[in-house]
């Protein structure tokens, strides 16, 4: 009786720690709460006379990535718009060695909403024409200070969604106006005018599917069981 309990002990660690395994690695992006996305652009703002042509320039790369949180529900009810607070776990924009970045913000969809269809993506903070949460961290240029980052996605057909759900993935295809936009503020005058650094968005890719704590967790079971059952084999079979 001892050894069958044994032989059943020892002959279940190895499957859980396979089956562990495999679980973890089978969570796809499409599935996955938390996806990460990559873009490219060229800066589209013509900045003669702005304060801010000193540090950008008109067909100047843009670079960027960000995170977003697919398991944030739907905080809008209705059947046209969606709103998703913190959906926009993280985004990072980089021009030309100018690195700004953000957390914690939102993303919206808008589906046959009298006249476009649309995804927004969108971090800022909470100061004169800007109302948002996030945090945002960017250098000042030309004594404004930066206020927030906005993704767009909007098609005049109505027929790049199904649905006001946030897509997942979010592509560029079916939109027929793409832009990002950097938003400066002047901080001795918030009832001013924002300063808008609008960029193309010519490329967004699903880069990959950020690991949950709960898979990183299954995953480190998987392991630990298989070790535990190659030491089980030695101290039975000794060299």
Do not use: K, W
Not at 2 to 28: D, E, M, Q, T
Not at 64 to 73: A, C, K, L
Not at 180 to 195: I, K, T
Not at 214 to 237: D, E, F, K, N, P
């Amino acid at each position: 009786m001892h050894r069958v309990l044994f032989s059943l002990r020892n002959g279940f660690l190895p499957v859980f720690a396979v089956f562990s395994i495999v679980f973890a690695g089978s969570v796809s992006p499409s599935h996955a709460a938390l996806i990460s996305y990559s873009f490219s652009g060229t800066v589209a703002t013509d900045l003669t006379g702005s304060p801010l042509a000193g540090t950008f320039s008109f067909g100047q790369n843009v670079t960027g990535s960000f995170v977003v949180d697919t398991s944030v529900p739907d905080a809008d009810g209705g059947p046209i718009f969606g709103f998703f607070p913190g959906a926009l776990a993280s985004i990072s924009v980089d021009i030309g060695g100018y690195a700004a970045s953000a957390t914690n913000g939102t993303a919206d969809t808008a589906d046959n909403a009298g006249g476009y269809d649309g995804v927004g993506l969108a971090a800022f903070i909470n100061a004169g024409h800007l109302a948002g949460s996030a945090a945002v961290t960017g250098a000042s240029v030309g004594g404004l200070d930066l206020g927030g980052i906005l993704l767009s996605l909007t098609d005049s057909m109505e027929t790049a969604l199904p649905n006001d759900s946030l897509p997942n993935p979010i592509s560029l295809s079916g939109f027929d106006s793409i832009y990002g936009v950097l938003e400066f503020y002047d901080p001795s005058d918030l009832e001013a005018d924002l300063n808008s650094l609008v960029f193309s968005l010519e490329t967004l890719e699903a880069a990959a599917a950020v690991p949950e704590p709960g898979t990183l967790a299954v995953l480190g079971l998987g392991l630990a069981g298989l070790g535990l059952a190659r030491r089980s084999r030695r101290q039975r079979h000794p060299a």
